[in-house]
């Protein structure tokens, strides 16, 4: 392949980030909108830093929560640094939210009239390394005998163009056939804390909606959780510290009580 076939150039991040990937703790974090970073070739897609820096171009303040979460609990954590209007990592390819036009009411000028040699680079040189190290680290895990629940992290704006309202749940706890981690974590969290907990809400996992927890987590057996912190809460360091250290509470016990892996 010739350099002028490469989409990412030197100066550009690696198209995943991989922390602790020795963690001992049986959880793998995954974080598919962690980041805001645009191939310099792409020319940031023709948005201003103000749309950069809105939910539609990541997940604000999960990397700072997560980061910190798995230090806490030794435990591995692989995220995604390019942004979501680049190409959506928890979007089946071809999916028609994978590459958006529109976002949330915020045109997005790099993804107009898309060709379709320009997205499939986005998925060769993006989304399938990323999704290819989430599978390594499973695989050299599964090779050391050592358990492994998939937590995907993320997080979603209190206010969403086009529903009724700002969204009241503090935190969302999804999942689509396996709801072991996911309903202990409910029960922790609702019994222990004053927090509004969404079940499935503000979204729901299935094969359209989602990617990553299909791909690695349903279709291998392997036990999970969809988290969504609303981002309100975590735009600051010292509301991600505050939410790290309730999910580091919180998460090993929930996983205890699921009998799913031992923590
Ligand atoms: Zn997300």
């Known amino acids: 392949m010739s350099v002028i076939d490469r989409l990412l150039q030197d100066g550009d991040p690696a198209p995943f980030g991989t922390e602790n990937g020795d963690g001992r703790f049986p959880i793998l974090f995954a974080s598919d909108h962690a980041g805001r970073a645009i191939p310099k070739a792409l020319g ?3 948005l201003d830093e103000v749309a950069l820096a809105r939910h539609v171009a990541y997940d604000i303040g999960i990397y700072g929560v997560t980061t910190r979460l798995a230090k806490t609990l030794d435990a ?10 680049v190409i959506d990592c ?8 994978s590459v958006l036009a529109v976002s949330d ?19 060769r040189e993006i989304l399938e390394p990323y999704h290819r190290e989430i599978e390594r680290v499973l ?8 358990p492994t629940a998939l937590f995907a992290m993320h997080s979603c704006t209190p206010l969403f163009g086009g529903e009724t309202g700002p969204r009241p749940w503090h935190i969302g706890v999804l999942a689509n056939r396996d709801w072991r981690i996911g309903d202990a974590l409910i029960e922790i969290l609702t ?3 004053d ?12 094969e359209e909606s989602d990617y990553t927890i299909p791909l690695h987590a349903e279709a291998n057996g392997l036990p999970y959780v969809e988290i969504e912190i609303r981002q309100d809460l975590i735009g600051d360091e010292a509301g ?5 250290e309730l999910c580091a509470s919180v998460f090993p016990r929930a996983l205890e009580r699921s009998g799913v892996v031992a923590a």
């Open 44 to 46: 940031r897609l023709g």
């Open 76 to 85: 591995t954590y692989v995220f995604q640094p390019y942004s979501r209007l």
């Open 90 to 97: 928890n979007r089946r390819p071809g999916n028609a939210q």
């Open 105 to 123: 009411g915020t045109t997005v000028p790099g993804n107009e009239g898309i060709e379709p040699a320009a997205v499939e680079a986005r998925r």
């Open 139 to 146: 695989a050299d895990r599964q090779a050391r005998a050592q």
């Open 191 to 193: 019994k222990e804390t």
């Open 195 to 206: 927090l509004c907990v969404g079940r499935n809400q503000p979204y729901s996992v299935d």
């Open 240 to 244: 991600q510290r505050e939410w790290a």
